[in-house]
């Protein structure tokens, strides 16, 4: 199974990554760590799209995207999660991965990516401020026997 995990920065997508890595035994992709894969990007992209489509009906990936143009690389048959969180939480939380520090021209970057998936296709679409990730796990083991 491929589960796509998608949402803006600090939304919440790897800690609900991790809980269904415990939940289900899933090797976790993050954004560009394809590129490990390959010397040249473009390799590494094409091996990367083999791996995710064998792995529809194989092993167990989550690849965690925080980036649009990411979401070409989810195969047909993919789960497609949507994590989204309020933007005052996203900035919290984007304030303690620096430290405590928020610059401004940062927090404007935030604002404006706010919603910048809102309006993709998706599956499920999980709260990552307040959801139940037990409850999205519950959902994804089912799907998976």
Same mark, same amino acid.
């Given at each position: 199974?491929?589960?796509?995990?998608?949402?803006?920065?600090?939304?919440?997508k790897s800690?609900?990554?991790?809980?269904?890595?415990?939940?289900? =035994?899933?090797?976790?992709?993050?954004?560009?760590?394809?590129?490990?894969?390959?010397?040249?990007?473009?390799?590494?992209?094409?091996?990367?799209?083999?791996?995710?489509? =064998?792995?529809?009906?194989?092993?167990?990936?989550?690849?965690?995207?925080?980036?649009?143009?990411?979401?070409?690389?989810?195969? =047909?048959?993919?789960?497609?999660?949507?994590?989204?969180?309020?933007?005052?939480?996203?900035?919290?939380?984007?304030?303690?991965?620096?430290?405590?520090?928020?610059?401004?021209?940062?927090?404007?970057?935030?604002?404006?990516?706010?919603?910048?998936?809102?309006?993709?296709?998706?599956?499920?679409?999980? =709260?990552?401020?307040?959801?139940?990730?037990?409850?999205?796990?519950?959902?994804?083991k089912d799907?998976?026997?």
């Amino acid at each position: 199974m491929v589960i796509g995990i998608i949402g803006e920065n600090c939304s919440g997508k790897s800690t609900l990554a991790e809980k269904i890595k415990n939940t289900i =035994d899933a090797e976790i992709i993050t954004g560009k760590d394809y590129l490990r894969m390959a010397k040249s990007e473009s390799e590494a992209a094409l091996l990367f799209r083999e791996k995710l489509k =064998d792995a529809i009906a194989g092993e167990n990936v989550i690849y965690v995207i925080s980036e649009k143009e990411h979401i070409s690389f989810l195969p =047909d048959g993919a789960v497609r999660i949507l994590v989204k969180a309020d933007i005052d939480t996203i900035k919290e939380r984007f304030k303690t991965r620096m430290r405590g520090n928020l610059p401004a021209p940062v927090e404007q970057m935030l604002v404006r990516k706010h919603g910048m998936f809102d309006n993709e296709i998706c599956d499920y679409q999980f =709260d990552g401020a307040s959801g139940d990730t037990e409850e999205i796990c519950d959902i994804i083991k089912d799907r998976i026997k």
